[in-house]
């Protein structure tokens, strides 16, 4: 049975991976994040707590469970964050990947690495693999520093882009796109929401089974991984509201330069996603079956 270590496992990633894996019983995992545990289950796995800027606990912990693969979900996630704190998402972002990097080389570990649809500028999407990378953020800089580095590192890696991850875990330490806008809806309060926006957003279960699959496949290369339908960042809250029978009547539709975020963000990302179907045998869930999963699950 093949040993996964997952950087980050208290997000929302890392929990699914978690949870797909005692389902399954597919891998030995060693789930690893900073500071406690947050996934509710502790049987199953093993639970280590790991900082991914620290290089002397990565090593100790790779000598003493010998993974085959590290699934390396951590990172500064908030663009608008990033924007505001450049070195610390120099560290986190691009540091903590040339640590990790180094120790699989040693160490012969494949590295399924994630990163986003922020590398592209958003004026020609849906992107495939191979399309030319334009930044707008600094995060998005940063992770196509990451990408850039383990391209050329020697290691074997995989690359998994991903798209606007919607989900639910125990104790999340931030909250996504669908869980806000429903919450917003459920109260009646106002809410913009940006008409000029285009995205393919994720069920956080389709991307921790991808990431499985590039394990069980040790895939090498960059691989799309998003939701099947786009729509854009209006539409993808009429929809929560139709899906969950909410009042639509204070939604408001704004342009993204009204809102005046610290970060650029690209107008229409989206992937191809022809060819993780085909070699991973990927299959995403529909935006709607995604919230019904989600249903289930809020109870
Ligand atoms: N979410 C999206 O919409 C999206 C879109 C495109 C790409 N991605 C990429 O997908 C990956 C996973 O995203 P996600 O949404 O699952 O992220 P997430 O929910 O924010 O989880 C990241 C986890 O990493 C942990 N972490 C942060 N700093 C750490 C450190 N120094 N050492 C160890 N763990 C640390 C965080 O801990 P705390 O919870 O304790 O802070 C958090 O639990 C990231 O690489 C992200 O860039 C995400």
Redesign the pocket.
């Known amino acids: 049975m093949q040993t996964i270590l997952v950087?980050?496992?208290?997000?929302?990633?890392?929990q699914?991976i978690t949870e797909n894996v005692i389902a399954s019983g597919k891998f030995n995992l060693i789930a690893?994040?900073?500071?406690k545990n947050?996934f509710p289950v502790q049987n199953g796995y093993q639970y280590e707590e790991?900082?991914?800027?620290?290089k002397a606990r990565i090593t100790a912990l790779v000598e003493k469970y010998r993974p085959d693969a590290i699934i390396?979900?951590?990172?500064?996630?908030?663009v608008d964050t990033a924007e505001n704190n450049k070195q610390e998402a120099d560290r986190?972002?691009v540091e903590?990947v040339k640590l990790l990097m180094d120790i699989c080389n040693t160490y012969h570990i494949q590295l399924v690495?994630?990163?986003?649809?922020?590398i592209f500028d958003g004026e020609d999407g849906p992107y495939d693999e191979q399309a030319a990378a334009n930044p707008l953020s600094y995060?998005g800089k940063t992770?196509l520093q990451a990408e850039e580095l383990l391209k050329a590192s020697g290691v074997k890696w995989a690359i998994l882009?991903?798209?606007?991850?919607?989900g639910i875990?125990k104790?999340?330490?931030?909250s996504?796109?669908v869980l806000w806008a429903k919450g917003a809806l459920e109260k009646g309060s106002p809410l913009n929401v940006v008409n000029d926006q285009w995205r393919m957003p994720?069920l956080?279960e389709d991307?921790a089974e991808a990431c499985l699959l590039a394990v069980e496949k040790k895939a090498q290369g960059i691989y799309n991984v998003s939701g099947k339908d786009m729509m854009s960042i209006a539409e993808l809250v009429y929809r929560v509201a139709d899906f969950w029978k909410l009042d639509k009547s204070q939604v408001q539709e704004v342009s993204s330069a009204s809102l005046g975020q610290q970060a650029s963000r690209p107008r229409r990302t989206g992937f191809i996603l022809d060819k993780t179907i085909r070699e991973l045998g990927y299959q995403p869930h529909s935006f709607e079956q995604g919230l019904e999963l989600l249903n289930k699950q809020l109870g």
Do not use: E
């Open positions: 950087t980050g496992s208290n997000g929302l990633t890392g699914k690893t994040s900073k500071g947050r790991m900082d991914i800027l620290d390396h979900t951590a990172a500064m996630t908030n986190l972002n903590a690495h994630l990163s986003t649809d922020f995060y992770k882009r991903t798209i606007l991850v919607y875990v104790d999340m330490s931030r996504n796109i994720t956080a991307l």
